[in-house]
C-alpha cells in the first residue's frame, strides 16, 4: 500500500517536472522579468513567472518592438484562415481567385498609404527580408559597376549585417557618423557619396531613440547624384506621413507588426520610374513579380493590409493623443526626479518612442525592478554581449549613461493610466536603486565622477 | 501520514528534478534571475554607508562606470580581535550585481579578516546560481571584498605610524 503511494506521488512528480521542462521558452528581449511567456502559473493573487510575483499582466510600453493587433484587423484576417483559404496564386479555380483578389486588395491598401501604385508593391516575410533584399539585391545586380554602398552607424542590425556581408564579398561600405541628436550630417552624406556608389539607405524613424531623419533632403542629394535610396521605414509607416514621390525613395521596407498587424509579413516598396531593379533572394516559382518566390500568406497580407487603411484614417488622432501622453510620461517623471536626459533629438522625434537615460542607476536592474512595466533597455546586461546599445554609442553618450538607458514605447491602445502607473512604479524604482548608487552618494557629496581612477579589472 | 511520507519523500527527488533544469538552463545561457536574486533585489541587506574617516571602516570601492558595475564594500572591523562587525554596501549595476555584493556583506560579518579574503567568486556565484554571462559580478564582489580589507589595513598602518609619532 504504501508502494503504491509512493509509486504514484513519484509518478505524479516525475510527470510535473516533465511538463515544466517542456514549457520553458528562450527570451530574448530584455523586458524585465514578466516578460510574455506562455503557460504561466496562474494562482488567485496574480502571476508567478520566473521566482517573481505581479499582480497580472503587465503594462506594455514596448510598441518598437512589436504592436498588438488590432481587433478589427484580426477581423478582416479570420475569414482567410478557415473558409477563404485558398491559394492565391491558383489560377484555376473560385478559392484561388478569392484569395487573389483579396492579396491585391491589400496590396492596394498598402499602396496608397505611402503614395505608390500597387504595382510597386512585393509583400514579403517581413522588414527584415525587405531590407535584405534592397541591400543585397540591389548590390548584386549593380554589381558590375556599383561597388560602394552608404548608410549609417544606427541602422537596424538587418542593414548592418546585409552590409558586412557585402564587405565580405569585397563591397565598400560606409558607415555615416550621426550627431549627438541622431541626426545624419547632410553635407557628410554628399561629402561621401562616390561614382561607384550604387545606394544610400538611411532608415525613417530609429527603433531605438525614435528620431526621424531628413528624408526629404537625403532624397534631394540622391537624385542629385543619381544615387538609389533606400529607407528601412518599418517604425514609420501609419506614424509619420510618408510620400514616395516626395521622398524620392527608390525602395522602402515596411513591417506588418509594428502597425498593429500581423507578425509575419512585411512588403518592399520598389520604384518603377525610374526602374530599380534587384537580384531576388528567394527563388522559386517567380511569384511577386519574379522578385520573392513563394506563396504570399493572403491572411497576413490582408492583415497588413488592413492595419494600413486602419493607419490611414487615424494617423492623425493617433499623433495627438501619443504626443500628449508622451509629454505626460515625461512631465510626470521630470517632475518626480532630477537627472533624466532624453536620447535623441527632442524636435525631429516619432512622439511614441521615448528613450530615458536616469543618471547613476543601472539599466538592468531597473527593469527588473519595473516587473510590471514592459519596456525596453539599452543597457549593456540585457544584450547577449556586455556592450551597450550600439546606437547610444554613434550617439557619444557617454558610456556610464548608456547603462542608463530605458526606452518607453506609446501606442495607439496606451491609455492615461498605464502612464500614470509607469510614471509612479518608474519613480519609485529609480529613487530605490539611487539609494543603493555609490555614483549617487558621489555626486551628493560633490564628487566629480569622471575624475576617479576606476580600479578595472 | 503514509502519503504525508511519500510526499516528503518525492519533494526531495522533486527538488532534485527543479534544480536540475533550472541549472541546465542556466548552462545554456538563458535569462532566468533564480530566486535569491530576485530575493536580494527586493530586499537588499545591508544598503548604506560608514563614515569614511571613521576609525575601523575599510572601504572597497571597484568596477567602473563603464562597464557598467561600480560596487562599495565597506566593513566595520573590530580593532583588538580582528573580527568585521559590520558591513554596508552601494551598487551601480544589474541585478545580479547587486545580489552579489549582498550576499558579500552577509557572509563578511562576523569574520576574521583573513577568513573573508578566501571568499571566491565562485562560491557566491554558486549561491546565486548566476549564469555564465553574469560571473564577473560574483568576481567584482569579491575583489570588493579584497579591496576593503586592504584599505582598512592601510588605514590601520598609517593610523598606528601616526600614532607613535605624535606620542
Redesign the interface.
Known sequence: ??SK??AS??R???T??AR??SR?Q???TATA?AADSPQPYEDAAGITM???KISGRPLYLDVQATSPVDPRVLDAMLPFFVSRYGNPHSRTHFYGWESDEAVERARSQVAVLIGASPKEIVFTSGATESNNISIKGVMHFYKDKKKHVITTQTEHKCVLDSCRHLQQEGFDVTYLPVESDGLVDLEKLKAAIRPDTGLVSVMAVNNEIGVVQPLEEIGKICKEFNVPFHTDAAQALGKIPIDVEKWNVSLMSLSGHKIYGPKGVGALYLRRRPRIRVEPQMNGGGQERGIRSGTVPTPLAVGMGAACELAMKEMDYDERRISKLQERLLNGIRDKIDGVVVNGSMERRYAGNLNLSFA??????LL??LKEVAVSSG???TS?S?E?SYVLRALGVD??MA?TSIRFGIGRFTTENEIDRAVELTVKQVEKLR???????MVKEGIN?KEIQ???? | MLKLAAKRLTAGTASFQAASPASSFVAVGRRFYHERVVDHYNNPRNVGSFEKDEAGIGTGLVGAPACGDVMKLQIKVDDETGKIVDARFKTFGCGSAIASSSVATEWVKGKQMEEVLSIKNSEIAKHLSLPPVKLHCSMLAEDAIKAAVKDYETKRASANGNGKVST
Open positions: 500500500m504504501t503511494i509512493l506521488n513519484l505524479h512528480h516525475l510535473r517536472s515544466i521542462l520553458r528562450s527570451l530574448s522579468a520566473k521566482g517573481v547613476y542607476v543601472e539599466g538592468e536592474s527588473m525592478g543597457s549593456a546586461c547577449a556586455l551597450p558610456e556610464d547603462h539609494e543603493m548608487s555609490p555614483l549617487y552618494e565622477i576606476w580600479a578595472q579589472h
